[in-house]
């Protein structure tokens, strides 16, 4: 990514930071009107959940500088997100999720450089993970489901 791409995403991601419950919200509530068979992955406690992904992206956008550093992380959540069921194809599902909230969390700040900022940001932190959850394979996620 280049010094600019990498200043808009974390721009635009501060902006959000103070309604960060709410941008978590509607990131699920998009999620679920896209997947709705995703739901079942996910507890009750939404707001808990929405916590963990704003953490997550705050991560994700204060290492987009330093990406080698973040990928590490990213195996371990591509590895955990294995053993909660999910698949190749529910990368694209909240790739869209995400960019659907942030088109309605920025509202005319979502420009298309920032779109194409956060497109790649997102395309290169599905890539590791998709990566990493391949080499975990489909059998850690089957073990996992005979356990519960």
Known sequence: MTPERIALVQDTFTTLV????????????????????????FGSDMAAQGKKLMNTLSLAVQNLDRFADLEPALRLLAERHVDYGVRDEHYDLVGAALLRTLESGLGPAFTDDVEAAWTETYFAIAETMRRAAARAGPTRGAAAARRS
């Open 18 to 41: 103070p309604r960060a419950d709410e941008v978590a919200a509607l990131f699920y509530d998009t999620l679920f009107r896209i997947a709705p068979n995703v739901r079942e992955m």
